[in-house]
């Protein structure tokens, strides 16, 4: 039964909050140390490095959660659960975690949905203009796959899934929503070893922009956090994380290219998409639209 003790249900204690902490750096470590075994000097959005990264981020995937299952216990006299819906694989509420959370995240980027609609493709309608644009964005079949189905799957599963369940008996829910995305940022900063290797940019604008990569995924990284311990769904974090990679960064330099009367309403969107996003994240995230039964919040 679900939720009742039994061989197959598992619980995570907190032996050590050290232990915790060095287990998400060795996952994190591992996850990106598996991009760089390949000998080649090609740059990362060449498709033969894509489909090398991409197999090296998918074995380190499905290792993680055997990583992590050395330090579960079994659930003998207090109420455990699967491994799967540790990992935030379950049936419950499933529909719900499929919509909510993306809908959620898209009213937080009413400003930057608004400015893609007012493009210089705004005489299409939205239902050929998000297709278009999806495609300009990649640049190229590899790199769609990269950034839309590798790279959200498995760095929601690594950084998320199999990190929370370690980090909330030691840290608690909030602690560990500020935590996690900490590996989750850093994870990020081997962008430098790429770009100090190309040679392309001087190694101060690198640097810079590693920082601020460093900032804005950490960032996100908490709002999935959120998400994950909120609803108890991994698959919500991976499709928030595929639309925030579509969106991007928020294109704030090309606000005054338009008109007076348009910067006034993009800057408004950008008001009320943040301020209805911080009225509406509590409600819609409430554990109970989600059957979640794990993560109780005090």
Not at 88 to 93: F, H, I, L, Y
Request: glycine share 6%; net charge positive.
């Amino acid at each position: 039964m679900f939720g009742s003790p039994g061989k197959d249900q598992l619980i995570f204690q907190c032996g050590s909050s050290m232990k915790a902490v060095l287990t998400c750096l060795l996952l994190a470590i591992t996850y990106v140390g598996s991009l760089y075994i390949w000998r080649t000097n090609l740059p990362r959005d060449d498709p033969s490095t894509i489909k090398r990264r991409s197999l090296s981020a998918a074995i380190v995937t499905l290792l993680a959660p055997v990583c992590i299952l050395t330090q579960a216990h079994q659930a003998k006299d207090v109420k455990g659960y699967t491994i799967w819906q540790h990992l935030g694989v379950r049936q419950a509420g499933l529909i719900t975690s499929l919509s909510v959370p993306l809908l959620l995240t898209m009213v937080l980027f009413l400003g930057p949905l608004y400015m893609l609609l007012i493009s210089d493709t705004r005489q299409l309608s939205p239902v050929v203009l998000l297709p278009r644009e999806w495609l300009a964005r990649s640049k190229g079949m590899a790199i769609a796959v990269r950034n839309y189905i590798v790279g959200p799957v498995t760095e929601e599963i690594v950084f998320r899934a199999c990190m929370l369940p370690l980090l909330v008996p030691c840290l608690g829910n909030l602690r560990a929503v500020f935590v996690c995305p900490l590996f989750f940022g850093v994870a990020h900063v081997h962008h430098v070893i790429e770009g100090l290797r190309q040679g392309a940019r001087r190694p101060f604008v690198i640097w810079v922009g590693a920082i601020f990569q460093f900032f804005y995924t950490t960032v996100f990284g908490a709002l999935s956090a959120f998400l994950f311990l909120r609803t108890g769904h991994v698959i919500a974090c991976i499709i928030v994380h595929i639309f925030c990679n579509f969106m991007g960064f928020p294109a704030f330099d090309e606000i005054p290219n338009h008109t007076p009367l348009q910067r006034a309403v993009i800057c408004a969107t950008f008001v009320v998409g943040l301020l209805l996003f911080l009225y509406l994240l509590l409600p819609l995230t409430s554990p109970e639209r989600y059957a979640n039964e794990m993560y109780q919040w005090s």
